[in-house]
């Protein structure tokens, strides 16, 4: 077992989706689960958000969808991606919805589904500026009618885009695609095609596009307490929700003009207390921010700075002088086996946000980042 760990505290997850939800709580919310949940554990984490009431959660994989349904959630789950005719008919045996963008991808759903005697649920993905996966808009009515066509074997549960630049101050882009977007959905509709749930907003739309909100919010790294638009953007009031703890594993004394770690980068001025921490790149913790960071005790009353470069597995901190100007001893202000925070919500030295800035990098990553090999513990 590794002395590093994470902490998540469900508590401020509920915290986050409360405010999410109350920016319009006539929207279904779905939480994205993909990547293990963003790294927090997405078996736990969907469990828990079912007994919030959460109706949806998104998976950015087949077998992410696979892994919910093996841990017994039978609620609506949603592969926010395209899939494969082998996919598909994995996805509509274990009632999973899916993405469509292309005529084949309906010819293979409605197929499938009925050489299953079932019904593939389906959400039609439209392009409205991303340039990812989606039809193009003027292709969406045909593709509506199509699986209208087709409604003893498929259903439309959804209509969606998608938005590359919602946390821009520049609004101007994403203004355009809901116009669009309102445009071509309105066409379906005028079509007599019912769209389903017409979903446009990640985190990022939620919060600074009320307009496309619509039917359904796709809630990401808002509900794990990240502001898209970083800090200077979060007037919500969000809460991390994972805090990456460790120990040190070992102490010792080093004399002035002491090189620390890998390449030597660090070298000491004076007599240091220099603690060796069981964290390394490994476990999440970026190289990028080698020397960049401080840790915490518990209490935070004692920020720490990390120094040299970090390693694999684990990394080093200045813990302070260990003897005066007559050289004298001083003592010591940490104990071998004591427990630190590296990152988390106060009274961290700082969270996955700020770990981030330092890296030059989003939050998304440093969550995403933490191991398996970790253990996580989850406060209710």
Same mark, same amino acid.
């Given at each position: 077992?590794?002395?590093s760990?994470v902490i998540?505290?469900?508590?401020?997850l509920?915290?986050?989706l409360?405010?999410?939800?109350s920016?319009?709580q006539?929207?279904?919310?779905?939480?994205?689960?993909?990547?293990?949940?963003?790294g927090?554990?997405?078996?736990?984490?969907a469990?828990?958000a079912?007994?919030l009431?959460i109706?949806?959660?998104?998976?950015?994989s087949?077998?992410?969808?696979?892994e919910?349904?093996?841990?017994?959630?039978?609620?609506?789950?949603?592969?926010?991606?395209?899939s494969?005719?082998?996919?598909? $008919?994995?996805?509509?045996r274990?009632?999973i919805?899916?993405?469509?963008?292309?005529? =084949? $991808?309906?010819?293979?759903?409605s197929q499938?589904?009925?050489k299953l005697?079932?019904?593939?649920k389906?959400?039609?993905?439209?392009d409205t500026?991303?340039?990812?996966?989606?039809?193009?808009?003027?292709?969406?009515?045909?593709?509506?009618?199509?699986?209208?066509?087709?409604?003893?074997?498929?259903?439309?549960m959804?209509?969606?885009?998608?938005f590359p630049?919602?946390?821009?101050? $520049?609004?101007?882009?994403?203004d355009?695609?809901?116009?669009?977007f309102?445009?071509?959905?309105?066409?379906?509709?005028?079509?007599?095609v019912?769209p389903?749930q017409?979903?446009?907003?990640?985190?990022?739309a939620?919060?600074?596009?009320?307009n496309?909100?619509?039917d359904m919010?796709?809630?990401?790294i808002?509900?794990?307490?990240?502001?898209?638009?970083?800090k200077?953007? =979060?007037r919500?009031?969000?809460?991390?929700?994972?805090?990456l703890?460790?120990?040190i594993?070992f102490?010792?004394e080093?004399?002035?003009?002491?090189?620390?770690?890998?390449?030597l980068r660090h070298?000491t001025q004076?007599?240091?207390?220099?603690?060796t921490?069981?964290?390394?790149?490994?476990?999440?913790l970026?190289?990028l921010?080698?020397?960049?960071?401080?840790?915490?005790?518990?209490d935070?009353s004692?920020h720490?700075?990390?120094i040299?470069?970090?390693?694999? $597995?684990?990394?080093?901190?200045d813990?302070?002088?260990?003897?005066?100007d007559?050289?004298?001893?001083?003592a010591?202000?940490? =104990?071998?086996?004591?427990?630190?925070?590296?990152?988390?919500?106060?009274?961290?030295?700082q969270?996955?946000?700020?770990?981030?800035e330092?890296?030059?990098?989003?939050?998304?990553?440093?969550?995403?980042g933490?191991?398996?090999?970790l253990t996580?513990?989850?406060?209710?």
């Amino acid at each position: 077992m590794r002395n590093s760990s994470v902490i998540i505290d469900l508590r401020a997850l509920r915290h986050n989706l409360e405010l999410m939800g109350s920016l319009s709580q006539s929207t279904t919310i779905c939480l994205a689960v993909k990547a293990n949940a963003y790294g927090h554990g997405s078996a736990a984490i969907a469990a828990y958000a079912r007994s919030l009431g959460i109706e949806a959660l998104g998976v950015a994989s087949p077998q992410e969808a696979l892994e919910l349904r093996d841990s017994q959630d039978q609620g609506r789950i949603i592969y926010f991606g395209l899939s494969s005719p082998a996919e598909i $008919d994995v996805l509509i045996r274990h009632d999973i919805e899916f993405l469509v963008a292309h005529q =084949d $991808d309906v010819m293979h759903a409605s197929q499938l589904a009925k050489k299953l005697g079932a019904v593939a649920k389906v959400h039609l993905k439209i392009d409205t500026g991303m340039a990812r996966i989606g039809c193009a808009p003027h292709q969406a009515l045909s593709l509506a009618k199509q699986i209208f066509k087709e409604k003893k074997s498929l259903k439309l549960m959804g209509t969606c885009t998608h938005f590359p630049v919602a946390d821009a101050e $520049d609004r101007s882009f994403s203004d355009k695609q809901v116009a669009l977007f309102c445009d071509t959905v309105a066409k379906i509709r005028a079509a007599g095609v019912d769209p389903g749930q017409v979903h446009a907003s990640n985190s990022a739309a939620a919060i600074n596009f009320p307009n496309a909100r619509f039917d359904m919010l796709r809630i990401g790294i808002a509900a794990y307490g990240y502001h898209p638009m970083g800090k200077k953007g =979060d007037r919500l009031g969000l809460k991390p929700i994972m805090s990456l703890k460790s120990n040190i594993s070992f102490i010792k004394e080093l004399a002035p003009q002491t090189g620390v770690s890998y390449g030597l980068r660090h070298t000491t001025q004076s007599w240091r207390w220099i603690a060796t921490v069981a964290c390394g790149y490994a476990d999440g913790l970026v190289r990028l921010a080698s020397g960049k960071i401080c840790f915490s005790n518990l209490d935070g009353s004692h920020h720490w700075q990390q120094i040299g470069t970090i390693c694999m $597995d684990q990394c080093m901190l200045d813990l302070g002088p260990s003897r005066d100007d007559q050289g004298r001893p001083i003592a010591c202000p940490a =104990d071998r086996w004591q427990e630190l925070v590296v990152f988390g919500p106060s009274p961290s030295a700082q969270d996955a946000g700020d770990l981030a800035e330092i890296a030059q990098t989003i939050p998304y990553e440093i969550c995403c980042g933490i191991p398996s090999r970790l253990t996580r513990t989850y406060l209710s």
